[in-house]
């Protein structure tokens, strides 16, 4: 089970730290991932990171504004995102797969956690 958090309203420019907790599962054995969705647009991946968190892969957008991150004693992946951008508006997903690449297709992905709203007023 995936319990994102964290999402809210912040102007252009501020920033949010996203959460999302897992049970029920050997957490370190897992790459998690960061997906988002604005309306009528499709998912879309943002960033993922390896059970060791020792590798990371982003959206090409989003590289130099945000940051995924592990507690792997907490159970819970971090995304930082800074320099907000009203684009950067979307309910935003945490999935997790069973080992493996941190890669952006979402078919990879085996478990996805509840949405969290993320508004970026301009």
């Known amino acids: 089970q995936l319990q994102a958090s964290g999402g809210g309203l912040v102007q252009a420019g501020g920033s949010l730290r996203l959460s999302c907790a897992a049970s029920?599962?050997?957490?370190?054995?897992?790459?998690m991932g960061w997906f988002r969705q604005a309306p009528g647009k499709n998912r879309e991946f943002v960033a993922a990171?390896?059970?060791?968190?020792?590798?990371?892969n982003y959206l090409d957008s989003v590289k130099a504004r945000f940051t995924i991150s592990r507690d792997n004693a907490k159970n819970t992946v971090y995304l930082q995102m800074n320099s907000l951008k009203p684009e950067d508006t979307a309910v935003y997903y945490c999935?997790?797969?069973?080992?493996?690449?941190?890669?952006?297709?979402?078919?990879?992905?085996?478990?996805w956690g509840n949405g969290t709203q993320v508004t970026v007023s301009s």
């Open positions: 999935a997790a797969r069973a080992g493996g690449l941190p890669v952006a297709g979402p078919g990879a992905y085996d478990s």
């Open positions: 990171i390896r059970g060791g968190g020792y590798m990371a």
């Open positions: 029920g599962r050997t957490f370190s054995d897992y790459t």
